[in-house]
């Protein structure tokens, strides 16, 4: 009886007896081929790639458009507490700079991931 631990210390097909004598030839299958092996796992990354590119192009402009968001709202919050509380107002307006650093930084990278 195999245990799990014992079977992920195999390295390949070649290391299980049972199947270097068994009847049916299973080292000379195509799918047991570590060439085949290697480009069987790079045509499925390559395939996971393309989808992951497809739902980045979704959330991409998600990302974008929250910066944005939260870029406005800080710097209307700052504007509003200008008059009532003038001192959080100037704290605001920092955390809204640095806010603004960051937001040109998504959208460089943004920009950059685009092309």
């Known amino acids: 009886m195999l245990q799990y631990n014992e079977i992920t210390l195999y390295v390949s097909l070649g290391d299980f007896d049972l199947l270097k004598h068994s009847r049916h030839d299973v080292l000379v299958k195509p799918w047991a081929n570590p060439t085949h092996w290697e ?34 709202e800080i710097q209307r919050c700052a504007t509003r507490l200008q008059s009532t509380a003038p001192l959080l107002a100037v704290e605001i307006s920092e955390v809204h700079k640095q806010q603004q650093l960051l937001s040109s930084l998504v959208h460089v990278t943004i920009s950059l991931l685009a092309t």
């Open 39 to 72: 480009m069987a796992v790079k045509y499925f990354k390559l395939l996971h790639a393309r989808k992951e590119i497809v739902r980045l192009n979704i959330k991409i402009p998600r990302l974008q458009a929250w910066v944005d968001t939260e870029d406005l």
